[in-house]
Structures are given as structure tokens and as C-alpha cells.
């Protein structure tokens, strides 16, 4: 294993979060006149993200649950266009490019609705990859849905520590360190990919580094964008 080092996060938490973060999102968010029909698309498939993953049924934050169906239930309102106007700030920043951003949320939608994977597996591996790349927004979502999810105290932490330094069974363990090769060397090592085939199906196995992917593809754009983090998301901060 070569390129990037996975050991070497020499960057104290906050000082990285406040340079990701910087003083607020590099693109303005979209403010609209009229809703057209690719943002309402790009909508509609946040709706069925977050009903994927529970997340209206967070009470440490605010959700917008109610502004998002009211304008799926009368799209070309004036109503809905000022309730559109106070969307999140990462609803309104991607609105830019909506049909990119639907796009490539939909594969994000097919693992989350159509994925082999368990939840605990799928969190444990997406996990895992945002803290490799230190990605405060994407940690502190996936931390409150690994949460509802059921992972203790001691599962964060052998989610950061890693493969070297876990508490998880074998299995759990493969899963980070198949994270980590794939972050550091593009490929899952042949000692990975046979302990992860003594629990997995071949469709779980090919699915796997299409999550890892999907999700480390998010944090890049989360990141670059310094997209600010929702009320009830800590950032790199979140246990």
C-alpha cells in the first residue's frame, strides 16, 4: 500500500474542520423566482434519501420534512417558491448543477434502498471513509445515522482507530481495512477480499467498493464546497 497515508492525521480536529468549513460556502446558494421542474426532481430524490435513512425522525435537529412535501404537493406555487428560498444551504448550493447532483445522489438512493449490505455494514464502511478523509459534514450525518442505527460509544471508536486498533470481530474489522486499502492503495488486498468472502454473497463483495466510492465522491464535493453544517451535526466533533 502506498500513495496516501492513513496514520498520519497530524491535523488537530479543529483546525481541519475550520479549514474545510472556512468562512462559509465557496457557491452562493440559489436563491428562485420560479421552481424548475430538474430542481423538484432533485427534491423528490433528497425526499426519498431521507426517508432511507430515518433522518426526519432525528429530534436533535430540525427538519424540513414539511417545507420539502409542501412543495412536492403544489411544485409551481408562490408558496412554494418561498418555501424553497429556505431550504437547507446544501439544497439550494447543488440546485446549480440539480440534474448532476440527482444523478449522482441516485446511486447513493439504489445502495441505500436496493444495497445487500446491513445497515450496521454500510455505516461501518461509510464511516470509516469519512474519517479517512476527515469530511466534518459527512461524518457528523452518518454519526446520527449510525446512531438510530444502534452503534455504541465503543463502535466510533473503533471506527477511528481502525483495523489495527478495533474491539470488532473479524469481520467488522475486514470492513475497515478494506476501507482503508481502498483509500490508500485503490484495490481491496486479497487477504481482505477472502476474510470479507467468508461472510458476503459476490453481489455484496462488488457492491462494496461502489459504496466506499460513492460516499468518499460525496465528501469531496461536501468539502470543496465548504458546505455548512446542518443544526444537530457536530462535524468531526460528533461521537
Avoid: C
Avoid at 465557496?26 to 430515518?54: C, G, S, Y
Wanted: glycine residues 6%; charged residues 25%; aromatic residues 6%.
Amino acid at each position: 500500500m502506498t500513495s496516501r497515508s492513513i496514520d498520519s492525521m497530524d491535523e488537530p480536529q479543529e483546525q481541519r474542520q475550520h479549514r474545510v468549513l472556512g468562512d462559509g460556502p465557496r457557491v452562493t446558494p440559489r436563491t428562485f423566482d420560479q421552481l424548475p421542474d430538474d430542481f423538484i426532481d432533485m427534491i423528490r430524490l433528497f425526499e426519498n434519501v431521507n426517508n432511507a435513512i430515518e433522518a426526519d425522525d432525528d429530534k436533535l435537529r430540525d427538519t424540513t420534512f414539511k417545507m420539502r412535501r409542501q412543495i412536492l404537493s403544489e411544485p409551481h406555487s408562490e408558496a412554494s417558491v418561498a418555501l424553497a428560498n429556505n431550504l437547507p444551504e446544501i439544497m439550494r448550493t447543488v440546485a446549480h448543477l440539480p440534474g448532476l447532483y440527482a444523478a449522482h445522489s441516485s446511486v447513493g438512493l439504489h445502495l441505500l434502498k436496493a444495497g445487500t449490505l446491513s445497515i450496521r455494514e454500510r455505516e461501518l464502511g461509510i464511516l470509516r471513509i469519512a474519517w479517512l478523509v476527515q469530511a466534518p459534514y459527512e461524518w457528523g450525518e452518518h454519526i446520527l445515522v449510525a446512531r438510530r442505527a444502534g452503534f455504541t460509544d465503543q463502535d466510533i471508536t473503533a471506527i477511528i482507530a481502525g483495523p489495527t486498533g478495533t474491539s470488532l470481530g473479524k469481520h467488522e474489522t475486514a470492513i475497515l481495512q478494506g476501507v482503508d486499502e481502498l483509500y490508500s492503495d485503490a484495490m481491496i488486498s486479497d487477504d481482505t477480499w477472502n476474510t470479507l468472502r467468508e461472510s458476503w454473497s459476490t453481489q455484496q463483495l462488488m457492491e462494496f467498493p461502489v459504496l466506499i466510492g460513492q460516499y468518499q465522491a460525496v465528501a469531496y464535493y461536501q468539502n470543496s464546497l465548504r458546505l455548512r453544517l446542518h443544526k444537530g451535526n457536530e462535524g468531526l466533533k460528533a461521537r
